[in-house]
């Protein structure tokens, strides 16, 4: 039996929540911060359009990356649940079986978890490897033989010591962390670690400022080349960037919202994490590409005829080879890495979270009993799959199937099923209301209902072409069908296998608050929460 503001099912434990907005804030800007945007962002801005790449990145934040981002929080704020919790009662009595979109994004996370740890295994190791500078002379021969020793594709149970130690302890870490639950563990944690990293980031990026061939290395990221805007590719990268940088549709942000006390307003902050998110990616692209700068004029060369501009190259053979050029390098090095490192650990937190949360709501587990459990059963899987000689390529591999294909099937197919086939888009657009000091109009159903379904429509049925006749990075057929296709078939299945699972304590007879007319039509229903706000 539900109480009057329909907060607990009967026999259920009370909900754990943040201890107040600005808890909440960092929390989330903690999980959107993350490696994608010190590696990729600088990457993708530079190579579609430079400074005139900000046109459609500001476009896709505001059309899409926002209205999505208001769509998870409604949705996990107004169901009070995990995503499977939350998408079954977004169904109701008839469509239950939604839950089973709540599923396949819990399993994204999950796969995800597995391979993001190793990254963050890579950035300790290469932290410690800074005050020597252990690397040498030969960054990429250094990355690939000596500390990966990447074989060819395929399935390997050679393991690597020098990677699988450091996976083993974050991997503890995190368990540990999740283990004291939301106010204690997670929020606790990007307290301590968010302010750090702003401040080691900062002074990275002030550092790489005063380096010769700084101010080449920003003309060359910011000087507008406005002809790539009638390039349709370049208004794909834009949302592509702010769809995946913002931890949006795949159950982070609907977990993180389910934990915000009723009387709590959504929007707002909503726009401080999708900016502040946003502003870290800019600063993350000044300090790379002043560092880039400053390596071209090193090496007699301009910034565009420098390789490595993107992602794993970038982070561990163009920067050890930067750090080991400049003066005060291991200081470089220091920041560089602990600022990866705790970006990655802020966010592989958030990415644990929503998995933690969906077990403990399905089998009735405390935090501490699902962290273990999870945990540990992720830890096997992340040490066999990654740890070996294989496990560059098959992260690789997981990492584009599980990004390009899983998460943006899952965001058409919530705007698709909250929009057009529930048609829960104005009592969503009411709750937002109801709560939040900055309303949202019709305008934001046009844009998360409408807009970014097709927008995110045609991205997923150009990759699934792409993939399908060219193939990914030249790898054997069978290896992609194994560890690509095979990801997405592990989604689809465990999806439907736990929703088909009995509930320990039925998330059923739950009654959304505040109430809304049928069609959710009394948008100003905030009346009702005046002064409660938080």
């Not at 990447?150 to 962390?177: E, H, K, N, Q, R």
């Amino acid at each position: 039996m539900s109480t009057s503001a329909g907060e607990h099912v009967a026999g259920a434990q009370p909900r754990e929540q943040w201890t107040g907005q600005v808890g909440f804030i960092l929390a989330a800007i903690g999980s959107a911060v993350g490696l994608g945007n010190i590696w990729r962002f600088p990457g993708v801005a530079y190579e579609n359009g430079g400074g005139a790449f900000l046109i459609p990145y500001l476009v896709a934040l505001v059309t899409a990356g926002i209205p999505i981002l208001f769509l998870d929080y409604a949705i996990g704020h107004r169901f009070r649940g995990s995503a499977p919790t939350a998408f079954r009662r977004l169904g109701g009595g008839r469509m239950k079986w939604l839950e089973s979109l709540g599923w396949f994004q819990v399993m994204i996370c999950f796969v995800i978890a597995l391979y993001y740890t190793v990254v963050i295994a890579w950035a300790a190791s290469y932290f410690v490897f800074s005050f020597d500078l252990r690397w040498g002379d030969d960054t990429a021969g250094f990355l690939v033989g000596d500390y990966l020793q990447v074989s060819d594709p395929g399935l390997s149970f050679t393991f690597v010591p020098a990677v699988l130690i450091p996976l083993v302890l974050i991997w503890v870490a995190v368990i540990v962390v999740l283990a004291f639950g939301v106010a204690r563990g997670v929020q606790r944690i990007n307290v301590i670690f968010l302010p750090l990293l702003v401040v080691a980031f900062a002074a990275l990026v002030i550092r790489s400022l005063f380096l010769d061939g700084a101010a080449d290395g920003l003309n060359a990221l910011f000087t507008p080349d406005f002809a790539a805007l009638a390039d349709p590719n370049v208004w794909i990268a834009a949302y592509s960037q702010i769809f995946f940088s913002l931890s949006i549709a795949f159950g982070i942000m609907i977990t993180y919202a389910s934990y915000r006390r009723r009387r709590s307003n959504l929007t707002t902050p909503g726009l401080v994490v999708a900016f502040a998110n946003s502003s870290f990616e800019i600063l993350a692209g000044i300090g790379v590409f002043a560092t880039l700068g400053f390596f071209a004029f090193q090496q007699g060369v301009d910034v565009a005829e420098l390789e490595g501009l993107t992602g794993v190259g970038l982070s561990f053979i163009t920067f050890p080879a930067i750090v080991s050029q400049m003066p005060g390098g291991p200081i470089f090095g220091i920041l560089f890495f602990g600022s990866l490192a705790m970006a990655g650990f802020t966010s592989l937190l958030s990415v644990l979270q929503v998995v933690s949360a969906g077990f403990q709501e399905k089998f009735g587990l405390s935090p501490r009993q699902a962290a273990i459990r999870v945990g540990l059963v992720a830890m096997v899987l992340s040490v066999l799959l990654f740890s070996t000689t294989t496990g560059l390529i098959a992260l690789d591999t997981v990492d584009n199937w599980a990004n390009n294909i899983g998460i943006v099937a899952s965001a058409v197919l919530a705007g698709v099923f909250a929009f057009w086939v529930l048609r829960k888009g104005s009592e969503l657009r009411s709750h937002l209301n109801a709560v939040s000091t900055f309303r949202v109009g019709g305008i934001w159903t046009v844009l998360a209902g409408v807009l970014a379904p097709i927008v995110l429509g045609y991205m997923l049925v150009s990759r699934i072409v792409t993939l399908i006749v060219d193939g990914y990075e030249g790898y054997p057929s069978w290896y992609l069908a194994l560890m690509g296709w095979g990801t997405v078939l592990v989604f689809v299945l465990a999806a439907f296998v736990l929703t088909a699972i009995r509930w320990r304590r039925s998330p059923d007879g739950f009654r959304p608050w505040p109430a809304l007319p049928e069609g959710g039509s009394r948008a100003d229903a905030g009346a009702s929460t005046e002064g409660g706000r938080s």
